[in-house]
Each structure stands twice: as C-alpha cells, then as structure tokens.
C-alpha cells in the first residue's frame, strides 16, 4: 500500500470546492502525484500518493508543488497547512490521527474560518544602523564618545559595554514601534503574532490573521501608520497566504 503525502486539513463542507479546484491542477502533487482527500467525520486531510525516499528532499520542485497545492486550496477555503515533508506510512495512519484529534482540527478549522495570514515586515532602510543609534540616543553618542576620546582604542570590556547599550536600545525601539504598529493593525486584524527578527535592521515581523473580507482595510491601516514612520523605515506587506503562524497542526503519524 502506497505512502501518503499530506498537504493540509480542510473541513469536508468545502469538500466539492476543494475538489473542483484541485481537480484542475491534474497530477500536481509532490512527484507528480494526483492529490485526493481522505475524510472522516467532517473534516478531509489533502493527499498524494508517495513512491519517493524516507523523507522528501526540500527541492525547489518539491516546495513549488507543496505550495501550489496551499494556494489552490486557499482560493475556495482556509486549509491548517501541515508542514512540508510531512509523510503517512498508510491511509490507515491518517484516519486514525485525524480520530485521535478530531475535536483538536475542529477547533482549529473554526479559528481560521474565513481568514487569511498577511505578512508585514518593517526594517530600517539604513547604511549604518549603529551611526544612527548614535545619532538618536544621547546616552550611547555619550559613551561612543567617551570611550573613544583623544582617538584611542578602549579595552574589549569597554567595547562589550558599548555593544550592550546598542543592544538593549535597538531592543526598546522595537518593542516600542511593534506597540505602535500593532495598536493600528489590531483594529483590522482577528490576531497578531510577533516573530523574532532575523537581522539587525528588521525592526519587527508580523504576522497577521485578517478575515477575506478584511484585506483592503488591512492594507489601508498598513499605510496609514507607515505614514506615522519617516523615511528611515521601510514597510513591506504580504499576502494573503495559509495561516501557518497561527495553526499547530495536532497531527500525530
């Protein structure tokens, strides 16, 4: 019996949308494979067949297709994406994980119904973050200054302490702007969930769950309060995609 590739979790009354859409991608699926659905008591896992290795290598090829599959199923329902790679020995194993946390989807189902996630990133749009720190906060052009007098190199422990003044800073601004960013977006979005910045120039990132009808004012609110930042900001939006930041799949193989 072949293994299953699973794509996401859908509840069965879009099951016919589901269906027609996937229906015209043909045999899109991870390999090539023709997606199918395996439902039980309402609520339907996506599948493919799966003939490949232990585990599905993340090619581009792979990704693309995990992510057509999102997409499609996305046009016509909110689906709980499951992870790529995540691959079932058996039919059988799928039905019963989806007994086993039945009322756990339901739920999940429930809190994304009719929404979709939408990204917002906001970096400094800088040549030199740190020259700039210096130029807004007195204390650390303060100590910048002092540590460097007369042209002199100060000790590594003078450096740390430099290092930590920048640190602790960048970290109030941040929290500050995501507060203020946040206060405008929570008016037009059913969620929001903070995620760690990956460079020293993002300022935050954010992800947004916002309902289908909801986009246009979210874009609105996006604008209005980057209007609020000067030209040392940069505001970048996305979107709309599956709430994977808001969704913790409880699906056990």
Same mark, same amino acid.
């Given at each position: 019996?072949?293994?299953?590739?699973?794509?996401?979790?859908?509840?069965?009354? !879009?099951?016919?949308?589901?269906?027609?859409?996937? /229906?015209?991608? *043909?045999? !899109?699926?991870?390999? *090539?494979?023709?997606?199918?659905?395996?439902?039980?008591?309402?609520?339907?896992?996506?599948? /493919?067949?799966?003939? *490949? &290795?232990?585990?599905?290598?993340?090619?581009?090829?792979?990704?693309?297709? #995990?992510?057509?599959?999102?997409? +499609?199923?996305?046009?016509?329902?909110?689906?709980? &994406?499951?992870?790529?790679?995540?691959? +079932?020995?058996?039919?059988? !194993?799928?039905?019963?994980?989806?007994?086993?946390?039945?009322?756990?989807?339901?739920?999940?189902?429930?809190?994304?119904?009719?929404?979709?996630? %939408?990204?917002?990133?906001?970096?400094?749009? $800088?040549?030199?973050?740190?020259?700039?720190?210096?130029?807004?906060?007195? /204390?650390?052009?303060?100590?910048?200054?002092?540590?460097?007098?007369?042209?002199?190199? &100060?000790?590594?422990?003078?450096?740390?302490?430099? *290092?930590? $003044?920048?640190?602790?800073?960048?970290?109030?601004?941040?929290?500050?702007?995501?507060?203020?960013?946040?206060?405008?977006?929570?008016?037009?979005? +059913?969620?929001?969930?903070?995620?760690? &910045?990956?460079?020293?120039?993002?300022? %935050?990132?954010?992800?947004?769950?916002?309902?289908?009808?909801?986009? +246009?004012?979210?874009?609105?609110?996006?604008?209005?309060?980057?209007?609020?930042?000067?030209? #040392?900001?940069?505001?970048?939006?996305?979107?709309?995609?599956?709430? #994977?930041?808001?969704?913790?799949?409880?699906?056990?193989?």
């Amino acid at each position: 019996m072949s293994r299953k590739y699973l794509y996401a979790i859908v509840a069965d009354e !879009a099951d016919d949308a589901v269906g027609e859409i996937l /229906s015209g991608l *043909g045999k !899109a699926g991870i390999g *090539g494979a023709k997606i199918t659905t395996l439902t039980v008591d309402g609520i339907a896992a996506v599948t /493919s067949n799966y003939r *490949g &290795p232990a585990s599905v290598r993340p090619q581009r090829r792979n990704i693309a297709a #995990h992510q057509e599959i999102l997409k +499609a199923l996305l046009a016509v329902t909110t689906p709980l &994406p499951i992870s790529f790679g995540t691959i +079932a020995d058996n039919p059988q !194993a799928i039905h019963t994980a989806l007994q086993h946390s039945h009322e756990e989807l339901e739920q999940a189902l429930e809190r994304v119904r009719g929404k979709v996630e %939408m990204g917002l990133n906001v970096r400094w749009d $800088l040549a030199n973050i740190f020259e700039y720190f210096v130029d807004r906060h007195p /204390s650390l052009r303060a100590l910048r200054d002092t540590l460097y007098a007369g042209g002199r190199e &100060p000790s590594r422990d003078r450096k740390i302490e430099l *290092g930590r $003044l920048f640190n602790q800073l960048l970290e109030e601004d941040r929290e500050r702007y995501t507060a203020q960013v946040e206060k405008i977006l929570e008016t037009c979005c +059913a969620e929001l969930r903070r995620a760690d &910045p990956r460079k020293e120039t993002e300022v %935050m990132r954010l992800s947004c769950l916002v309902t289908r009808d909801a986009q +246009a004012t979210f874009e609105a609110a996006v604008f209005r309060v980057a209007k609020t930042f000067d030209d #040392h900001y940069a505001f970048d939006f996305n979107g709309p995609w599956a709430p #994977h930041s808001f969704v913790d799949v409880p699906i056990t193989l």
